[in-house]
């Protein structure tokens, strides 16, 4: 089992920055997981916006975060981050953190592949 803690939402003005954090915690080995971040605005699906195959540290963009928000982690604290530069109005919603294990780092852009999540931290970017 798994447990992810996200935090660092909040509210910032257009052209801002953030930094989320996902604390994992649980009886496991990272080794073999995709964890990723990905994010759902009021009235619309869930979607990626990046992950990370922790087996080989390749990363997965969403195209609309290309250039401006950056995925990474730290694994001596078990923890995922996603710094978020020149944020957007359209950057609002709802962040979660995900995990899932899997031995081939290209399911990481299936949400399928995930089966642990966070609760969510809230991103709102005013114009």
């Known amino acids: 089992q798994v447990q992810l803690v996200e935090s660092g939402g909040g509210s910032v003005q257009a052209g801002g920055s953030l930094r989320l954090s996902c604390a994992a915690s649980?009886?496991?080995?990272?080794?073999?997981?995709?964890m990723g971040w990905f994010r759902q605005a009021p009235g619309k699906e869930r979607e990626e916006v990046a992950n990370?195959?922790?087996?080989?540290?390749?990363?997965n963009y969403a195209d609309s975060v290309k250039g401006r928000f950056t995925i990474s982690q730290d694994n001596a604290e078990n923890t995922l981050y996603l710094q978020m530069n020149s944020l957007k109005p359209e950057d609002s919603a709802m962040y979660y953190c995900?995990?899932?294990?899997?031995?081939?780092?290209?399911?990481?852009?299936?949400?399928?592949?995930?089966?642990?999540w966070g609760q969510g931290t809230q991103v709102t970017v005013s114009s």
């Open positions: 649980g009886r496991y080995s990272f080794s073999s997981y995709c």
């Open positions: 990370i195959y922790i087996g080989d540290g390749s990363t």
């Open positions: 995900g995990a899932g294990r899997t031995t081939y780092g290209g399911m990481c852009r299936v949400m399928g592949a995930y089966n642990y």
